[in-house]
């Protein structure tokens, strides 16, 4: 009996001691370290390779305005180029001449002809071949071409029918940076007479 007694004891020993082994440990939540923000990893900032100044492209400078040196050329209504005497100042992206400039055109039977009359007295024709008069002899026309008269002509006078024979004249005047062009087919229309002496100072010249 006393040998039965002491199995039992034995065995509920070995009960409790594996019923402690696997019951779960109870940690105190006041000994647990917390983890405070500055304690947690922050990400590394990406380092990126060094970069070479010379490998960039170079930066866009500012748009300047284009000055035009006296022998720049001016479009002319033929397609064809006159030389500017003297150095024109750039207003925004219009050229303004100190003096006015004027370019005769003629075109008929005998081709095209073209002269470019300073104030100075100083001519040039469309091949190049130049003299020069007084100026005394030039102001007259330039007077004309000046006045407010001539900018109020219309800018082509024709006849009602196409005349293919006829004689082409074309004025064009460059004036404080404006332009004014007129085109006159047929001398026989009838025309103001302001333009009338135009043509006919212009003609002796070229002449």
Not at 39 to 57: E, M, W
Not at 147 to 154: A, E, I, V
Request: charged share 20%.
């Amino acid at each position: 009996m006393k040998i039965f007694h002491a199995f039992l004891l034995i065995v509920i020993g070995l009960l409790v001691a594996c019923i402690s082994s696997k019951s779960p440990e109870i940690v105190d939540s006041e000994a647990r370290p917390s983890l405070s923000p500055t304690a947690r990893s922050t990400p590394t900032p990406f380092a990126s390779a060094p970069i070479d100044i010379a490998t960039l492209p170079p930066l866009a400078s500012p748009t300047k305005p284009i000055a035009m040196s006296h022998s720049s050329p001016i479009a002319t209504p033929s397609g064809e180029a006159i030389a500017v005497e003297s150095e024109p100042e750039v207003d925004g992206r219009r050229a303004v001449f100190p003096n006015t400039i004027i370019v005769y055109q003629k075109e008929g039977h005998a081709g095209q002809e073209q002269w470019t009359i300073y104030h100075t007295g100083r001519i040039v024709t469309g091949s190049g071949s130049e003299w020069q008069v007084q100026s005394g002899q030039v102001k007259p026309l330039f007077d004309l071409v000046e006045s407010p008269d001539f900018w109020k002509l219309d800018n082509e006078y024709a006849p009602d029918v196409e005349c293919i024979d006829c004689l082409k004249q074309i004025v064009t005047v460059y004036y404080e940076g404006e332009i004014k062009e007129i085109t006159v087919i047929d001398t026989s229309v009838e025309l103001p007479h302001h333009l009338g002496n135009v043509l006919d100072a212009l003609d002796r010249l070229a002449s």
